[in-house]
């Protein structure tokens, strides 16, 4: 196949497929998971077993008992996929967190080599995976009392904004929402947080073209560093990745 026509085809949204039996991670490949997050009490409790102390006295803190059922949930899930690639118990492995909050494996459970990032929201939850390559990963469930311009207007680089505004007003929602799941996957890509602010950066929007990272101020190549994809989680939601170099293929588990 010629390049140009591969990079279309390996652009487009991939189906989310049962994983196979002897699930392998190349290092040309990036692995996202789709979950849900509602379990039986039965499901629940086996999840809660394989977490550390940590975590439970997190799971009691939420003031909601379904954001603690959600929590227990995306941590078990986590502890069980990335379990498949390392060959170990999901109760074995240990997470250290980065000081903007990102988490990632000790050395002795494969840190050295296992990249990973997680969101969840509302019932679903995703999970990236890859061999040493840094990852991020946004869902956002569309909320429709949310007030968009505005939130737009705050936190939106001044292209985007002008982007966003040219739309049709039937298209500007949708626009919404794929601009913060990219911009928001990017930021944990990098891992630092919100101490880059979303104005700084610029991300493509509009609805039907392809995910892009358009620029990002002050390092003129930071841009061509990373790859952006759109990711299609289900209705009612929107999700964006970005991987770490342009070498990379996606490959969708359920």
Known sequence: MPANLNAQADSAVQPWREPPANLGLGADEVHVWRASLNHSHHRLQHLHGTLVSEEWDRAVRFHFERDGRHYIAA????REILSRYLKLSPGSLRFKYTSYGKP???DECGGEWLRFNVSHSGELALYAISR??????????VRTNIEHR???SAFFSEHEIKLLGAL???LQEEAFFLCWTRKEAYIKGIGEGLSLPLHSFDVSLTPGSPASLLAVRGDVQEARRWTLRSLE????????????????HLKCWQ
Do not use: K, S
């Open 75 to 78: 941590r078990g899930l986590l």
């Open 104 to 106: 990632y494996l000790t």
């Open 132 to 141: 040493q390559r840094e990852l991020g990963v946004d869902i956002e469930q």
């Open 150 to 152: 505005q939130i737009a």
């Open 168 to 170: 049709p007003e039937h």
């Open 233 to 248: 989680p289900g209705p009612g939601y929107f999700a964006a990745l970005v991987g770490e170099g342009r070498d990379w």
